[in-house]
């Protein structure tokens, strides 16, 4: 017969997705607290009230170059967004409005910044994958300091390239890893360093896109074509090996992955369906992936569009945006190539061993995460954290939210924790503030790519940086 306080997992499974606040049957014989403890992170002690804002230009006004203008907006003693390059008018205007920018520091393009005198502290490089390396390289020729959005570039020799660029410069560069600046991220981050739990051994994480931001991004969007962009282990997952390789602080050294691309091809296009969800499709109405049931009707991921605020002129622009872009395209009838599922295993040094999945078919989006130690277990939810220490028979649980003045920034907090971040590190001219800086990053993009060649290849590769 079993023991009363012994570890039921059963039981464990069937009360971990009660509501916050419900107590836990565990494994102890010490009752952890029943309401989760609240995570909170002051800001960084070093930060400082700034003499003036830094003052940055954003290449690329489409939806991140929007996400760090809102920080402007937000706390303008932080920054100030003195210039734009932008081809789609619609946004550039939008963006010069929003910030007050005067017409002669608006401009088409990127390249079109650079044939002016530096007249900015910074660049944020938030263009497409493809068009990163371009600025970046230009903007550290000409000493501003960068917000380089994530993948840093589609190839391992242009990621190096800047790389070995930014090293002879000044400028301080930090690459968008916004996890790294979520309450919820910092708080694993601080259990897994705090050494109570022992020697780490094994890291499992799971990345849920959620099935109908896959569609959005990696099968109808800007990302659905790999060559174009960056394959979908970087494009979306570079913040995963990026957190990976953080919380255990051991590098990657081999990496072995599969991934297929499986549901989204024609062979599963349901009888009755179209090119177009537009078109009469017959199964449009029981379709998880309808496209007038996301955009026109559950108004969801509109951004991309370019359609008026005002909402009683937003419904017929909707629609005539999906008879004409690749967002009312059938997902079954794309041209897309990313695999929807993909799973990868990491041999850390320190023996520290890792398996990651991405799974585009989750109802939910998130990260969920259990991590293993000698005396100890953590198991993460993206919100929830709950800690089991063998030796104490205590068990912990904390429950993540985001900093209370960013008011839903995204990514839980953490893209206005990293513009804040490069804010002060601007200030203070000084790049050791920098929580993702380059040369962390550049070991997350090389196991990225590695990643890619052994998926393709079927070997496990070996990473070296
Ligand atoms: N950090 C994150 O969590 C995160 C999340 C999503 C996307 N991203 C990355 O951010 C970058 C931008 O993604 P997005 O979702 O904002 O895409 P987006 O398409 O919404 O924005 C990119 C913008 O760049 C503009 N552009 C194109 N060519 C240009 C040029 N020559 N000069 C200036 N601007 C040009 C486009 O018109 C568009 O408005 C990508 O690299 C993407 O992978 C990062």
Redesign the pocket.
């Known amino acids: 017969m079993k023991d009363k306080n012994t570890f039921s997992r059963r039981n464990w499974l069937k009360t971990a997705s009660l509501a916050v606040g419900a107590t836990l049957p565990i494994a102890t014989n010490k009752t952890s607290d029943a309401k989760p403890q609240a995570v909170r992170f002051e800001d960084d002690a070093r930060y400082q009230p700034l003499q003036k804002p830094v003052t940055a230009i954003v290449?690329?006004?489409?939806?991140?170059?929007?996400?760090y203008g809102r920080y402007a907006v937000a706390f303008p003693a932080d920054v100030k967004m003195v210039g734009v390059?932008?081809?789609?008018a619609f946004?550039n205007d939008r963006f010069a409005k929003t910030h007050q920018i005067e017409p002669k520091n608006c401009?088409?393009?990127?390249?079109d910044v650079f044939m002016v005198p530096k007249f900015a502290d910074a660049v944020i490089?938030?263009?497409?994958?493809f068009?990163?390396y371009g600025?970046a390289m230009r903007a550290i020729e000409m000493g501003y300091h960068i917000l380089l959005?994530?993948?840093i570039a589609p190839s391992l020799q242009e990621c190096l390239a800047i790389l070995a660029a930014a090293k002879k410069s000044n400028s301080i560069i930090a690459v968008?890893?916004?996890?790294r600046y979520t309450n919820y991220f910092r708080k694993l981050k601080e259990i897994c360093d705090g050494g109570t739990l022992g020697k780490m051994m094994s890291i499992n994480h799971l990345e849920g896109i959620e099935h109908v931001h896959m569609a959005h991004s990696y099968v109808r969007g800007?990302?659905h074509v790999s060559g174009q962009?960056?394959p979908i282990i970087l494009?979306k997952s570079c913040?995963d090996l990026d957190i990976i390789r953080w919380l255990s602080n051991q590098k990657c050294q081999t990496i072995s992955a599969m991934g297929k691309l499986t549901w989204f091809k024609a062979e599963n296009a349901p009888v009755g369906s179209t090119n177009r969800c537009t078109d009469g499709c017959k199964v449009e109405r029981e379709c998880a992936f309808s496209a007038i049931k996301i955009y026109a009707e559950q108004k969801k991921r509109i951004?991309?569009l370019d359609v008026p605020e005002d909402p009683t002129l937003q419904g017929p622009a909707i629609m005539e945006k999906l008879k004409t872009t690749n967002y009312g395209r059938c997902v079954y009838k794309m041209d897309n190539d990313q695999p929807d599922h993909y799973t990868t295993q990491m041999e850390m040094a320190g023996d520290v061993l890792v398996t990651f999945g991405l799974e585009a078919f989750t109802g939910w989006e998130a990260r969920k995460t259990r991590i293993m130690f000698a005396n100890g277990e953590i198991e993460g939810d993206n919100d929830l954290i709950t800690v089991t220490n063998f030796s104490t028979k205590t068990q912990t649980r904390w429950k993540a939210s985001e900093q209370a003045d960013f008011n839903n920034s995204g990514?839980g907090g953490?893209?206005f924790g990293?513009v804040r971040n490069f804010a002060q590190a601007v200030a203070q001219n000084d790049r050791s503030l920098l929580t993702s800086t380059i040369d962390a990053s550049i070991e997350s993009h090389v196991m990225g790519f590695m990643a890619e060649q052994s998926r393709k290849t079927g070997k496990r590769m070996t990473v070296e940086v």
């Open positions: 290449l690329g006004a489409g939806n991140r170059g929007n996400v390059a932008e081809p789609v946004r401009f088409k393009t990127w390249e490089i938030s263009t497409p994958d068009l990163h600025p959005e994530k993948p968008c890893h916004v996890l800007n990302w962009t960056n494009a913040h951004h991309v990514h953490g893209d990293l």
